[in-house]
């Protein structure tokens, strides 16, 4: 979709939709008065007509208003003008976009950040471009006859109240399509099935991102390097699969060498069918989206780069399958980790913080300044926090505030959660230094406590997305979180959000 932005007035735009926003009981903000008056009233009549009254997300799509150079005009509800904030502004946007997204509308003109609300223009354009990307966004690769919409949204154009807005939006609109770019990468390779999408397609794809960009760089580490790491925890969990385990580390280089850089570790289980401790058949399919943290980092990398953030920011994405075999991992096996502890895996669909605990050990060599582990780690943090919030685990003060005021701006929020000693000793075992898991209680805890035992050499944090990286249902499908959320705390961290 092409973006642009530009200042004039609305009434005069010649476009097929002009989107303006409308408050409750019809207040009428400076553009849609503006456009009011241009109509001689015409608007406000055919709102009342239609009983359209502003509520928060409604829209309402009208054809053919005198005195405006559009085609059609798009009213979209703001709801109560004093709680317009980035929570409803953003559910203004993404209403704008299902509704043009099924409108037959080539073009728009949206005219929804013209006016001054509490929101900076800068941030108003990015969430509109991301949410309209959202709304537009389809997985349809895979089918033999995909349905494509006869006439597709286009190109878009956000209006700016004058120069100096008009500036911001574009500031705006260039980080909106980048961080959108980002998330529809990691939606389509959490979207893919696990025969397509194997750890060898994602490092094919973190490859095929950094080609042609020499601020990124990608290295793949096979299992003979593993081995000659002493990855035993992550390798162990790839031995009931046909497919090689992969380390992937892609590095982005924005700022100078010596700089510290963040780094960001993601979960890559393209499969993860529990291993010998079988999960049931029921919704099997869903754990493609294992790996639904690996595709966020990758797609959080991508954006990077295409921003070019003045930061230095690694990925690492540990990648492998989890089958059962009759080489698989079996409960009771003892494994020793890349940091020389010893872990008794007494379940073998624990395995996750496996492969994240030898990511995060690898990690250290990178002196960071930051290390933020993103999986899709544990059931448990659904049955705690449902779909809305990923679940935050951190000793770090500094670090959580900066991760859970990303979360707030964006919309992608999370939750803290307790990472108190207290819980260590459930992973006590007779026969290792650990156990992999700690038994029914506070789940999503432990499997937190256990990836804080690799995670000491550096300021670090854990993200849970078990139950905010994808859908069921009818809208089954990955949700390309927590990429916004990232990205948002890297633009911070870089020190260029406005």
Known sequence: MDYHVKTGIPARQATACLVIGVHSGLGTPATAEAVDQATEGALRRQLVRAGFDGAAGKTLMLHELPGIAAQRLLAVGLGDAGKLD???????????????????????????TADRVSVPARQGARDLVIALEEATYRFDQLKS??????????????????????N???????????????????????????????PIHLAATARKIARGRARLRVEVLEQKDMARLGMGALLSVARGSRQPPKLIVMHYRGAPARTPPVVLVGKGLTFDAGGISLKPAADMDQMKYDMCGGAAVIGALAACA???????VIGVVPSSE????????KPGDIVTSMSGQTIEVLNTDAEGRLILCDALTYCERFKPAAVVDV????????????????????????????????????????????LWDDYQDQLDSNFA??????????GAIIGACFLARYAKAFPWAHLDIAGTAWRTGNDKGATGRPVPLLMQWLLQRAGVTG
Request: proline share 5%.
């Open 375 to 418: 999986a899709t780690l544990t059931g448990a943090c659904v049955v705690a926090l449902g779909h809305h919030a990923s679940g935050l685990f951190t000793t770090d003060e500094a670090l959580a505030g900066e991760l859970l005021a990303a979360g707030e701006q964006t919309g992608d929020r999370g939750w803290r959660m307790p």
């Open 433 to 442: 230094d650990m156990a992999n898991i700690g038994g029914k209680s506070a």
């Open 86 to 112: 980035a929570k409803a502004q953003r559910k203004a946007f993404g209403a704008a976009g299902r509704a043009l997204a099924t409108g037959s509308v080539a073009d728009a003109l949206i005219a929804l």
């Open 145 to 166: 006859k995909p349905t494509p919409p006869k006439v597709p949204l286009a190109r878009v154009t956000l209006l700016a109240a004058d120069r100096s807005a008009a």
């Open 168 to 198: 911001a939006l574009r500031r705006g609109v260039d980080e909106g399509v980048a961080i959108a770019a980002g998330t529809r990468l990691a939606k389509d390779l959490g979207n893919l099935p696990g025969n397509v999408c194997t």
């Open 306 to 312: 295409q921003l070019d953030l003045p930061l230095n």
């Open 322 to 329: 989890n089958l059962p075999d009759g080489n698989a991992n």
